[in-house]
């Protein structure tokens, strides 16, 4: 287990480091120039003061000069300085990541336990009602835009029934603590968690019906069958532990797209993670703010996807084998 870790972080730092190059390469490819920018809204044009902002923030050197810098930086966890805030890049997204990572964490989990709960219980009604139901509510959450699902739910749950609140991390002004902070932040955590949460589930349900259905058919189930075990059993047991496998898969691919992929979230519930930044960081042309911004989404994503191989050594042992 220990030589299985240590290698896939090994091919991780690999896959940061190819990741971080063609970053850079891509951002600054892009058009715009955040020196112009930053002068812009200095009211200062003249092509003076224009160098003096280049060569402040290492703009005016070759570009691979400029690479080869930016990647011993980051060897060193040194993400860079934001150019427009005047503030460590690293600082930027601590402040950042802790909310980002509890609303896709929940979103994710509960996904997860819908998804699967729903999933299994389509398929052990095959064909009847509670699975033509079960089907047509994912296929709608499948296919409504998530923006829209935002929008009715803060439009239904905060205007028109006052039950939670539809915008923030938490109350403003309200100076909580404890566990009295705790629960304001759930409240605000409950629509942008279940409307990110909503669309995974379906997938998720879609996948585990399928997959279940799939194992149902094979011999050892049958011979479950014919042992005379109960129906729970053989399905819990037998049919859902195995189908779980591509459905694991599957979550392990988009738990990282939760935590890269929320900025519309955050943006319609003015929620403070990191997705919003990144849009006022591109906006910007904050160019260090982004790069760190994708080192660390990637850096998620893999951890992920690692602990989705640790996870498929749990549900299989045949893995471990």
């Known amino acids: 287990m220990a030589r299985f870790i240590l290698a896939r972080l090994f091919k991780a730092v690999i896959i940061l480091f190819c990741i971080a190059v063609l970053n850079f390469l891509l951002i600054h490819s892009a058009p715009g120039d955040p020196a112009q920018i930053m002068a812009g809204e200095a009211g200062e044009t003249d092509a003076q003061y224009l160098a003096q902002l280049r060569s402040r923030f290492g703009l005016d050197q070759p570009l691979p000069i400029q690479l080869g810098k930016y990647i011993v930086a980051v060897a060193q966890l040194d993400l860079g300085f934001s150019y427009r805030q ?51 509510l994912a296929l709608v959450f499948y296919a409504t835009p998530l923006f829209w699902l935002a929008l009715m739910a803060v439009m239904l749950f905060s205007v028109e029934l006052n039950w939670l609140p539809g915008f923030g991390y938490e109350t403003p002004g309200a100076d909580l603590a404890g566990f009295a902070r705790a629960i304001d932040i759930a409240k605000h955590l409950v629509m942008p968690a279940l409307t ?53 898969t599957l979550a392990g691919l988009q738990a990282g797209q939760l935590v890269s992929g929320a900025v519309l979230i ?50 299989d042992p045949r893995i471990r084998s």
């Not at 994710?108 to 089907?135: C, E, H, M, N, Y």
């Not at 996948?207 to 399905?235: C, N, Q, Y």
């Not at 403070?272 to 911004?293: H, S």
Request: aromatic content about 8%.
């Open 86 to 136: 005047n503030v460590p890049v690293v600082n930027l997204i601590a402040d950042r990541l802790p909310a980002t990572l509890l609303l896709s964490l929940t979103a994710f989990v509960i996904s997860l336990i819908l998804g699967i709960g729903a999933g299994a219980l389509a398929a052990s009604r095959q064909g009847k009602l509670a699975d033509s139901a079960i089907s047509t």
């Open 196 to 248: 990110l949460g909503l669309f995974f589930m379906a997938v998720y349900m879609r996948m585990t019906r399928a997959s279940m259905l799939e194992v149902s058919r094979l011999d050892f189930v049958r011979t479950a069958r014919a042992k005379g075990l109960g129906g729970r059993i053989i399905t819990f047991r037998h049919i859902l532990r195995n189908a779980l496998l591509p459905v694991v």
């Open 266 to 315: 955050e943006t319609v519930f003015a929620w403070p993670g990191i997705g919003r930044l990144m849009f006022e960081a591109l906006q910007q042309r904050d160019y260090n703010l982004l790069l760190g911004i994708f080192i660390v989404s990637a850096a998620v994503v893999l951890l992920f996807n690692l602990a989705t191989d640790l996870l498929y050594r749990l549900i």
